[in-house]
Structures are given as structure tokens and as C-alpha cells.
């Protein structure tokens, strides 16, 4: 995409005034910022993106793509309709979230990091996701699937694929 | 099971509360703050929580109290920096869940401490850190400060006070070391997360090189019960210097894992049994982690102390985040320092270079012992990799990943030997 044809609409940019009214300098409302450009692009900084940002919020773009880099959470290639995270991290790695992980990316037929072919499924190894008592943990897009067991993740994932046909 | 002291998770533990502002009030909460706001000048509500002897919940125990005083203490005037105090919300040390059940089931309680912070420091704007990954307690909390908003607990000249104060909840973006203050503050500017050599500290040089004060949840938690109560009230709770009670979060191989709620300096041994109901199974203890991934590991035979930050501290470990995890007799500590040394690799920030490498490094060593590749001098480059970390780091993050993964060889040098090669 070419520089500088990528914005948000107006409706946003209010929301976007709102957000840096509540700081004293606007480049400290790049975190949320960031997290409004994925929310309006299916979840992830497509290009160009990075550059409007900075422009907003009166940096540079070298300092906007380190940011990007440094966070987990901001994607810069699309991610699935469903996006799945699992925690293998203590104490979830050893009470089922291992086996979580390996199923899924047997089910799925991809490995963490990756999106299926047809665009439906990515898959994502995350660290504590402060559940840690409901373990083994599935998160798919917002939702906590908790204490999940190998038979719910493969009628999940049925019926998930079942909807799209 | 034993009885939970009831401080924190009172309202909580009530059937059916339902954690709006509403449900809080008819609880007695926004009390404590009143009667800041119209009784007390805010040096007595620093003085007050000095005398609980209230220590940050967070991970460190430092006296919170002291941490006020630290602030500058007059208004500031036109000309000169305002001052901020941020909560911390990041909860992310691998086991840790007890700021989630305060913040989705009473934001209130915690809410109110923060106002109460921000009036004795005269901030008139506090941030709420709140990881990015947990979209919940971001609407949760976000709706409870909308909630104040509309019955003009916040904003411009509160109860007629004059006094201002705002409250802006900042979503972080999936990154442990955000946890860490200074990085938390570099974050909150818009920054990369990367922590601050201190001095100096936050209440001189904080967000955007103004004073600060970063408070865990739990910690704030607590103030509303101090002012109203008294801070001898709170000191009945706990011991002598760790006083009040405290919510512990129990994971892994037990029966009933959750948050409990507890006096501070109740006994290890009795938290796994008679709150958490043991280990699962009937199978026997072979390990617990007392204090998050950062705190070095105990034997089944050790845990025979109080558990509070001085009982730990000199038992070799720490009780940080008050997360206890669980092993049973079948847990292979290899895998436990695996997922150990991953998480604290994947989490290192980078800047300083024995922990971004040592945590590299470690990590390769400690895989070898899972495809039974190890031996007797890769046992003990292990722990001296793990030392060459502790106290060469910008941040007490170098510390935490090189005691645990020596405690982890220390402790359990049999596991290690078991993947030696044949």
C-alpha cells in the first residue's frame, strides 16, 4: 500500500482525540493507539499503518516500529478469523496446556505462529494469562475457554470449520 | 478447609455481589475516601498507611507508606511537574491471578485506594496498567471508572472539595517486563518497555520525568480498610513486619487451585493443605515455587514455614506475588526448568546483555538435558550461567530467572542426572 493512504474515519478520529486528551504529550498514547489501528483492520498493522501513527502522534516511524516490534500483541500480517492462544507456560505447561498445544497443531495441521491455508485458524504459544487456576487454558479471538479437554477442542474445531461450509 | 480471613475478597465472597458502584456503597465502600477528602490533609493519609505497616503486595514488600512519603510533598504549583501515581495491573509472573479476582470482582475496592493515593500525593491524574491480553478486566475496570465519572467522584472539584482527579485505564501490549516499574512507566509514555537504571527512582523522576508512584492492585486494595478502620485494625492482621492479610493464588498439581485470602505469616505447608486440599490425586509433594517463576523452588520438606516475605527471604527463596505452584512426585523438574527458562527468555527486554544472552543460552543447555544429552560439566555450567546473571542486570529480572534456575539444580540434581547421556 502506498504512504499516506491508510487513515482512520472520522467516527475514530474523534475517538482518537478523546484518547489523547487524557495524556500529557500525545506520542504516550501510542499503546492504545496501535491497539485501536488493529481493532479497524482485522487485527493486525497492515503497511502503511505504522507511518499514519506516527504522524498522529508526532513521532518517527522508526520510533513507532520498534514499539511494534518490542510487544507481542501487535501483528503485522493478518492472523485468522480465529485466532487461538494457549498457554504453555508454568503452572498451565504441566497441567494439560502442553497437550493442548501439541493437539491443536496436529488438528490444525499448522505449527504456532502460523495461519491455516484457507485463512480460518492461527495459532499462537502465549505466556501466563493470569488463569493460571483454570488450567489448560484456549483463548480463541476475546474468549476464555478454560479448563478445556482434548474432546471439546476437537468439537470446537469441527464445528467451527461446519459453520464456514 | 481452613477459614479465610476476609480483608480484600469480603464483598467478594458475598453471594450474588455484583461489583458495581452501587453493590460497593451498600458495603460501606467510598468511605475511606470521604473522609480523606474532607478529614484528613493528605500527610495523615500518608502517616495513617505508614503505620499499618502495609508492604507492597506486588512482589518486593516495600513499605508502601514509605513510598508516599518519597513524593514531593507540596501542590504542585503552575510552574512546576505534576505528579502521578500509576497502578500497577500487569499481573503476569507465571502462577499470579490474584489482582484479576480483585479487579473483576470488586474494581472498586482497589479504585478507591487509588484515589486515596492520588489525593495524599496530590496527583490529579492516576493510570491504571492494565496487560493487554486481558481484554476483561479492561472493560471491567473501564466501566467502574465510568461509573464514578457519572456520580462525580471523579473529575473536576469532588464533593466540593476544589480537589481534581482523573483516572485513565492504559492498556499494555504483551510484555512481562512491563511489570517492572520503570519499564512500566517507560511503556505508559509510549515507549519500548525497557526498565531505568535508578537512581533516580519514580518519585523523582517518574512518567514523563515527573514524580510517580506505582502501586500494585492489591496493594491499593487495602488502603479503604486502613482509613476506616484504623491502621492498628490492619495490623491485627499478619505479623509484626508483614502485617495484614494477604490473597494467594495456588496452581498446578492440587485439588482446589484458586485465590485464598489468609493472614500474612500463615504456614506454607497448612496454605497447600487446608486451602488448596492438597495435592491432587493423593499423590505425594515433590516441589512448590512459593513466590511466582522469579522465586527459587523448595523441597516438599521445606515448606514447613510461615509464608510471608521475611519467613521466605530467609528460607532462600522469596514470597513475591504470593503464587504458589505445585508439583507432584511425578513432575520431572528438567521440564519444570524448561518451561522456567523459556518464559523468562521469550520475557527478557534485551537491554542488558547477560540476561539477554545468558537467557539464550540457558535455554539451549537446559534442552539438552531434555533429548538426554546432559552431564556432570553441563550441570554445572548451568549454574554458573544462572550466577553470571544475578546482579549484573539494569533490573531485579536478571536476579529472578538466575536464583531460580540455580535453585533448580541445587534442590534437584538427581532430575538433572537422570537426562545425563548413557
Given at each position: 500500500m502506498r504512504l499516506g493512504t491508510v487513515r482512520f474515519s472520522e467516527a475514530v478520529l474523534k475517538e482518537v482525540e478523546a484518547l489523547f486528551a487524557r495524556y500529557p504529550v500525545k506520542v504516550n498514547a501510542l499503546l492504545p493507539l496501535l491497539h485501536m489501528a488493529q481493532r479497524e483492520n482485522g487485527g493486525w498493522l497492515q503497511p502503511g499503518w505504522d507511518s499514519y501513527i506516527a504522524e498522529l502522534c508526532g513521532t518517527t516511524l522508526n520510533h513507532v516500529r520498534g514499539v511494534i516490534t518490542f510487544y507481542n500483541m501487535y501483528r503485522t500480517s493478518a492472523p485468522g478469523k480465529y485466532h487461538i492462544m494457549v498457554c504453555t507456560c508454568l503452572p498451565c505447561g504441566l497441567c494439560g496446556g502442553a497437550e493442548v498445544m501439541e493437539h491443536l497443531e496436529k488438528r490444525l495441521g499448522i505449527h504456532a505462529g502460523e495461519t491455516t491455508g484457507d485463512g480460518m485458524f492461527s495459532l499462537e504459544e502465549v505466556q501466563c494469562l493470569a488463569a493460571c487456576d483454570q488450567a489448560p487454558l484456549m483463548v480463541v479471538n476475546e474468549d476464555m475457554q478454560k479448563r478445556i479437554t482434548l474432546e471439546q477442542i476437537d468439537r470446537w474445531v469441527e464445528d467451527t470449520r461446519a459453520k464456514k461450509a | 478447609m481452613a477459614e479465610e480471613k476476609l480483608l480484600l475478597l469480603k464483598n467478594i465472597r458475598q453471594?450474588?455481589?455484583?461489583?458495581d458502584y452501587a453493590s460497593y456503597k451498600k458495603t460501606g465502600g467510598g468511605a475511606a475516601f470521604k473522609k480523606a477528602l474532607t478529614g484528613m490533609t493528605p500527610a495523615e493519609v500518608i502517616e495513617t498507611v505508614k503505620e499499618s505497616g502495609l508492604r507492597g503486595r506486588g512482589g518486593a514488600g516495600f513499605p508502601c507508606g514509605v513510598k508516599w512519603s518519597f513524593m514531593p510533598k507540596d501542590l504542585p504549583g503552575p510552574d512546576q511537574k505534576p505528579h502521578y501515581l500509576v497502578c500497577n495491573a500487569d499481573e503476569a509472573e507465571p502462577g499470579t491471578l490474584k489482582d484479576h479476582v480483585l479487579m473483576l470482582g470488586d474494581p472498586h475496592m482497589f479504585i478507591e485506594g487509588m484515589m486515596i493515593g492520588c489525593y495524599a500525593m496530590r496527583s490529579t491524574h492516576g493510570y491504571i496498567y492494565i496487560r493487554g491480553e486481558s481484554p476483561h478486566a479492561i472493560r471491567r475496570v473501564q466501566a467502574a471508572i465510568d461509573e464514578l465519572y457519572k456520580a462525580k467522584l471523579l473529575g473536576k472539584n469532588i464533593l466540593g472539595s476544589g480537589v481534581q482527579l482523573d483516572l485513565t485505564v492504559h492498556p499494555g501490549a504483551g510484555a512481562y517486563i512491563c511489570g517492572e516499574e520503570t519499564a512500566m512507566l517507560d511503556s505508559l509514555e509510549g515507549k519500548r518497555g525497557l526498565p531505568r537504571s535508578k537512581p533516580p527512582f519514580p518519585a523523582q523522576s517518574g512518567f514523563n520525568a515527573c514524580p510517580t508512584t506505582v502501586n500494585n492492585v492489591e496493594t491499593l486494595a487495602n488502603i479503604p480498610f486502613i482509613l476506616t478502620e484504623g491502621p492498628k485494625a490492619f495490623a491485627a492482621f499478619g505479623s509484626e513486619n508483614n502485617t495484614g492479610t494477604q490473597a494467594v493464588s495456588i496452581s498446578g498439581h492440587v485439588e482446589k487451585p484458586g485465590v485464598y485470602e489468609m493472614d500474612m505469616g500463615h504456614n506454607l505447608k497448612s496454605i497447600l493443605e487446608?486451602?488448596?486440599?492438597?495435592?491432587?490425586?493423593?499423590k505425594k509433594l515433590k516441589a512448590l515455587i512459593p513466590g511466582g517463576a522469579s522465586a527459587p523452588v523448595m523441597r516438599a520438606?521445606?515448606?514447613?514455614?510461615?509464608?510471608?516475605f521475611d519467613s521466605l527471604m530467609k528460607a532462600g527463596t522469596m514470597r513475591g506475588s504470593a503464587a504458589i505452584m505445585v508439583f507432584d512426585e511425578d513432575t520431572d523438574m528438567v521440564e519444570v526448568a524448561n518451561r522456567t527458562i523459556r518464559f523468562f527468555n521469550h520475557e527478557s527486554c534485551g537491554q542488558c546483555t547477560p540476561c539477554r544472552e545468558g537467557t539464550f543460552w540457558i535455554k539451549n543447555m537446559i534442552r539438552q538435558f531434555g533429548d538426554d544429552a546432559g552431564d556432570e560439566a553441563l550441570l554445572s555450567l548451568v549454574h554458573r550461567a544462572a550466577g553470571n546473571i544475578i546482579g549484573t542486570t539494569i533490573c531485579a529480572f536478571g536476579d529472578a530467572v538466575g536464583g531460580a534456575l540455580q535453585g533448580f539444580v541445587q534442590k534437584f540434581p538427581e532430575d538433572f542426572r537422570n537426562h545425563f547421556q548413557s
Open positions: - | 453471594q450474588g455481589y455484583g461489583g487446608d486451602f488448596a486440599g492438597g495435592v491432587r490425586g493423593g520438606d521445606e515448606i514447613d514455614v510461615p509464608y510471608d
